[in-house]
């Protein structure tokens, strides 16, 4: 058992059993970043989206990537609950300046209940954006895109963060430029006709002097919603939650949830599990460097941080995305390394959350 202090409070730190399985690792390629994606499951089929960037030496603070060379998106499909997995890459996922369809307005709305459907929402350039969308009725085989997103007048940063409500009514969560043009603030977005249009319907907390990005949510009620949030004051890395009482209108923050260590922090993914408990996973960027979980029955309690993997010998960890499996094991699929300058590469654990 490691001791560890964070967000002011003394935290047990113990390993959890975990299988870890390699879902995509290729000679010459940065594989990174799930958060950035999204990760969808029907049953044992499990959906998971990446960035297959280059992989270039860089000092020890930086990605070791090729900035001059794109991030190529990439599909990893498991048909036997994260066991194994086939590297699909879909050139209807390209954006427009690596060959893909130009975007466009969406003019048929999409069935939100329709069997096998998947959105994904994502962002082409910095702090401004702007953001499209995708989407697919055949379990992620085939998408519909890109479609253009409103850009609410400061430039919106999209990554894949939704709550279905009805065949043509859904929530998407997303992060905003600052005022000061910089990154970034969180906020909710509504549709009603299937995604023809969007309405903005809150933001979740106040503009922060740092950045606060990334959200991730889970539904706990008719009306109350709870989204964990990536955040970034000064030196400190953290991760905080907000609540909402009243179907998304207003949040109330409920306080900091996990530290995610150095170098930028670690986004948080949050689930609800079967047995009424949410489930955090994040990266942890400081030593020793690896993947963590903490669990929660209204989110403002939690559990001392359980670590699900861990060993990394340096920083570039995390951005999981995670699904729980009809036999109660939660997939976790984060991307990570094994060497100060390899490429990194995507990798799954398969978990036992254990009961309450």
Not at 27 to 40: D, E, F, Q, S, V
Not at 52 to 71: C, G, L, M
Not at 193 to 211: C, H, M, N, Q, R
Request: aromatic share 10%.
């Amino acid at each position: 058992m490691k001791i560890r202090i964070g967000l002011g409070l003394l935290l047990c730190c113990s390993l959890l059993p975990a299988e870890d399985v390699l879902v995509y690792r290729e000679p010459g390629r940065l594989g990174g970043w799930p958060a950035n994606h999204g990760i969808w499951s029907w049953g044992g089929e499990i959906l998971v989206g990446f960035s297959a960037a280059y992989h270039k030496v860089q000092p020890n603070t930086r990605h070791q990537q090729d900035p001059d060379k794109p991030e190529e998106p990439r599909l990893a499909r498991s048909l036997d609950g994260g066991l194994t997995w086939t590297v699909e890459a879909p050139r209807d996922l390209l954006p427009p300046a690596q060959g893909g369809r130009p975007p466009r307005d969406l003019e048929q709305p999409m069935d939100f209940q329709r069997p096998g459907f998947a959105l994904t929402l994502r962002f082409l350039d910095s702090n401004h954006g702007p953001s499209l969308f995708w989407f697919s009725y055949d379990k992620g085989k085939n998408w519909q895109g890109p479609f253009k997103f409103p850009q609410f007048g400061k430039g919106v940063l999209a990554r894949t963060d939704y709550l279905i409500e009805g065949p043509h009514q859904a929530l998407a969560f997303l992060s905003q430029a600052k005022e000061n043009g910089r990154e970034g603030r969180p906020f909710c977005a509504r549709t009603t006709d299937g995604g023809l249009t969007w309405k903005l319907v809150s933001y979740i907390g106040p503009e922060p002097a740092g950045f606060t990005i990334m959200p991730s949510t889970v539904r706990l009620g008719p009306d109350k919603l709870i989204t964990a949030v990536r955040v970034h004051e000064e030196k400190a890395n953290g991760i905080d939650a907000y609540v909402s009482n009243d179907h998304a209108r207003t949040w109330t923050r409920i306080g900091p949830v996990a530290d995610t260590g150095e170098l930028g922090g670690n986004p948080p993914m949050l689930i609800k599990l079967d047995d009424g408990r949410l489930c955090l996973t994040y990266g942890y960027r400081a030593q020793p460097y690896g993947i963590r979980a903490r669990f929660s029955r209204d989110g403002e309690h939690w559990s001392e941080v359980k670590t699900i993997r861990e060993g990394a010998p340096t920083w570039e960890v995390g951005y999981p995305r995670s699904v729980q499996r009809l036999d109660g094991k939660i997939v976790t699929v984060y991307y990570y390394n094994d060497g100060l300058h390899n490429e990194r590469f995507i990798a799954a654990s398969i978990w036992d959350p254990g009961r309450p």
